[in-house]
């Protein structure tokens, strides 16, 4: 199968994107893929093989221009696919059918991974210690006891419309960093904090990826501070009661981003003279509303954080709205 690549002459930013089509067969007559032109007309995309004759293409695919972290950070309210669109219907989360449907049909530029790894050192897309919600059944053994070839005997059937294979980070990442601003957790994986980070380097590096963590854990200042030397931009997700606490003041030094539960309340996002702690946008810094399920959440988010506006497009006063439902909640970036 042949490939042929291609982009639009002339064209910059947001327009510059980038088509891929890969060989098929030779038809009749009209030849081609059938797309509808600006007003409204038929064509069909076709292509020349090597030997001049002409061919319609077996898939296409139309590749966006690339969405750096640095352009993730002075976008007020992007949206970030939260395992891809983990609420969404039909789409099991963190497969690359979620992901592909919040990148592409959507348009998300953002998205969130969260993975294990397993004992022959695969990182594999998983928010669980082991595979059984996922799969739908019990007992399964941790997933750092088993091997790439045992997580293969089983599938993604959780909120799937078609039984999905599990996802492998380093695929995850070749696929989607090329346009695509993404964030990564280890989970359960932290152990192995310098494969993991090896692998991020291979796959996208700091310009690409964001190093992500629930950061009131025990060892997160000690992940954060890794990822940190190794040139990452880092994440560290909070509750509410770690704002009450102070848990987020003790411990914000170490993160870049500062994220927090949609539902919190005005003051812990925002207050900056009264109570014992500072708000979380307080801190001049980035902040993530995590998770949000609708259009009315996001707006729930947005009122809360831009209250008396704080935003104003700076990477220390912007935000990242990390949403479960794609379908409901249209792109921002």
Known sequence: METVTGGFSGAAGAAAHEASITGGLTAAPPIGVP?????????????????GVRKAPASVRVTQPAFLVSD????????????????????????????????????????????????????????DNNLSRTSQTTGLADLNTMTWADVQAYMNTLNASTPQPYYRLEEFLDEFTPEATVHVDPKYAKAGMAPFLAVLNAHGGPERIVFKYVSSSVGAALLADAAKAAGYTTAGYFYEADWASGAIDAIQSRWDILGMEYTASTDAWSRTTTGAYPGLRSYGKPVL?????????????????????????TPGHTWIAQVSRPDLVAPVW
């Open 289 to 313: 509303a995590h998770v949000i399920p609708s259009a009315a959440a996001y707006d729930t988010a947005k009122t809360k954080i831009e209250e008396g506006g704080w935003v104003d497009g």
């Open 72 to 127: 993730s950070l002075t976008a007020p309210g992007v949206t970030m696919g939260h395992r891809g669109a983990s609420g969404t219907a039909g789409h099991a989360e963190m497969s690359r059918k979620a992901y592909r449907y919040a990148a592409t049909q959507r348009g998300y530029r953002m998205l969130e991974f969260s993975c294990n790894v397993t004992s022959d050192g695969v990182f594999v897309g998983t928010h």
């Open 35 to 51: 797309i509808k032109l600006g007003d409204g007309s038929t064509a069909y995309l076709s292509y020349l093989d090597s030997t």
